[in-house]
T-cell receptor, first 108, second 116 residues
């Protein structure tokens, strides 16, 4: 069984702070890793994809991948109230599996 | 179409009835996924179609669940003899190509299924 684990939270940070979201996975051969954001009552939307070890930055978002440790994370810098949502980690090359999600609240 | 289309958007049914959910993927997308999301929970993988390959059905929770896809177009998810625990949002997603170095998934708006 392929597992994707996330801290369910909730995670609360003040506006302007860095939010750190973590994810571990069980399938060692996976090559594709994603972070999706899901607002309440809405469908998930892609924030970041990462395929190689190291960091990948896109604006205020940085994804970090460590395949040896089977670990992927998402950092959100200068967090804004509009970032308040559930963040889903997704792993897999064929049958893409999602974690349970971490609920983030950014307080003004 | 412009996006992934799912119908119906809401379905209320009685326990024991069969339901059929429909997904129209983005044209040209060869990969199609079905997920189930219970209230406050994450996305539970159900089934994956990739082109004309045999589907990966490893996530289907019981033999009451089945899905079909015609070529690289419409897919239907059928739940027979529905139970109250089947109540959830059923999300469909498609991507340009599945397999190694997977691509971004585009999600539909989901079907909210309520079993009374």
């Amino acid at each position: 069984q392929k597992e994707v684990e996330q801290n369910s939270g909730p995670l609360s940070v003040p506006e302007g702070a860095i939010a750190s979201l973590n994810c571990t996975y069980s399938d060692r051969v996976s090559q594709s890793f994603f972070w999706y954001r899901q607002y309440s009552g809405k469908s998930p939307e892609l924030i970041m994809s990462i395929y190689s070890n190291g960091d990948k930055e896109d604006g205020r978002f940085t994804a970090q991948l460590n395949k040896a440790s089977q670990y992927v994370s998402l950092l959100i810098r200068d967090s804004q109230p509009s970032d308040s949502a559930t963040y889903l980690c997704a792993v897999g090359d064929n049958d893409m599996r999602f974690g349970a999600g971490t609920r983030l609240t950014v307080k003004p | 179409g412009a996006g992934v289309s799912q119908s119906p958007s809401n379905k209320v049914t009685e326990k024991g009835k069969d339901v059929e959910l429909r997904c129209d993927p983005i044209s040209g997308h060869t990969a199609l996924y079905w997920y189930r999301q219970r209230l406050g929970q994450g996305l539970e993988f159900l089934i994956y179609f990739q082109g004309n390959s045999a589907p990966d059905k490893s996530g289907l929770p019981s033999d009451r669940f089945s899905a079909e896809r015609t070529g690289e177009s419409v897919s239907t998810l059928t739940i027979q003899r529905t139970q109250q625990e089947d109540s959830a949002v059923y999300l469909c997603a498609s991507s340009l190509v599945g397999g190694a170095m997977n691509e971004k998934l585009f999600f539909g708006s989901g079907t909210q299924l309520s079993v009374l």
